[in-house]
């Protein structure tokens, strides 16, 4: 069993969730104390009250601890700050879901092993007002990223990016209204800007395409055309 400090609390980025088993500090006014080898804590909490510090007693000011009820894990920090939850779905003994909390007990950022195989398939990013701001799924390479998705703040989606070559950089992008796509860009030659941009009217159908051929970031050509419903981007 791993005993916490300050520098030892365990980091997000794995491709693989760790269910964190971290012994609780626990102060003890007695010497000496076998009784806190973790093998005999079980054999404890049975003796009840007998015997000197044999009952848990609050965490001292300044150590992070661990809370663990049913398959959560809630690790505090040396304030009493909500640190990061560990939540094992399937009792398994892996974390299914890990989220990191910020100072002001929003939530920062989570990994989630959505298919239970113990390898990470989907990142949230969440903003300062502890709304999802951004989330990550692997698509091909397990632990991987290669969709990045936007929420519109209505339980849509506003923006998708895709990484279609597996170099970890968005490649192709839609921006979507309700759910329809109404534009799309392109990044053709690799330098991580976006120099095409394909934009839908109403009915689906391609009204102009931009371009930055000097990739400067700026959109310095556009052709209107006509297309049917639906057409594929040329």
């Given at each position: 069993m791993q005993r916490l400090t300050t520098n030892n609390t365990p980091a997000l980025g794995r491709s693989q969730l760790k269910w964190y088993r971290i012994a609780p500090v626990l102060p003890n006014p007695c010497r000496p104390r076998p009784w806190q080898h973790p093998r005999l804590w079980p054999l404890l909490f049975?003796?009840?009250?007998?015997?000197?510090?044999l009952v848990p007693q609050a965490p001292?000011?300044?150590?992070?601890?661990?809370?663990?009820?049913?398959?959560y894990q809630a690790?505090?920090?040396?304030?009493?700050?909500?640190?990061?939850?560990?939540?094992?779905?399937?009792?398994?003994?892996?974390?299914?879901?890990l989220t990191v909390f910020g100072p002001n007990g929003a939530p920062?950022?989570?990994?989630?092993?959505?298919?239970?195989?113990?390898?990470v398939d989907r990142w949230e990013s969440y903003g300062p007002d502890g709304r999802l701001a951004k989330v990550a799924t692997s698509r091909r390479t397990p632990g991987v990223p290669d969709l990045w998705s936007y929420p519109d703040g209505f339980g849509g989606v506003?923006?998708?990016?895709?990484?279609?070559?597996?170099?970890?950089?968005?490649?192709?992008?839609e921006s979507l209204?309700?759910?329809?796509?109404?534009?799309?860009?392109?990044?053709?030659?690799?330098s991580g800007r976006w120099d095409k941009r394909v934009v839908r009217g109403p009915d689906g159908a391609v009204a102009r395409i931009d371009s930055?051929?000097?990739?400067?970031?700026?959109?310095r050509r556009?052709?209107?055309?006509?297309?049917?419903?639906?057409a594929t981007v040329p």
């Open positions: 049975l003796a009840g009250p007998w015997g000197c510090g001292r000011a300044g150590r992070p601890h661990l809370v663990e009820k049913g398959h690790l505090y920090d040396g304030a009493g700050r909500l640190d990061r939850v560990a939540y094992d779905a399937d009792g398994d003994g892996r974390a299914d879901v920062l950022r989570a990994e989630i092993d959505s298919d239970k195989d113990g390898v506003s923006r998708r990016e895709y990484d279609d070559d597996g170099d970890g950089r968005p490649e192709r992008a209204l309700d759910g329809v796509v109404v534009a799309e860009e392109f990044d053709t030659t690799g930055d051929p000097d990739d400067q970031g700026h959109w556009s052709i209107t055309v006509s297309r049917a419903p639906g």
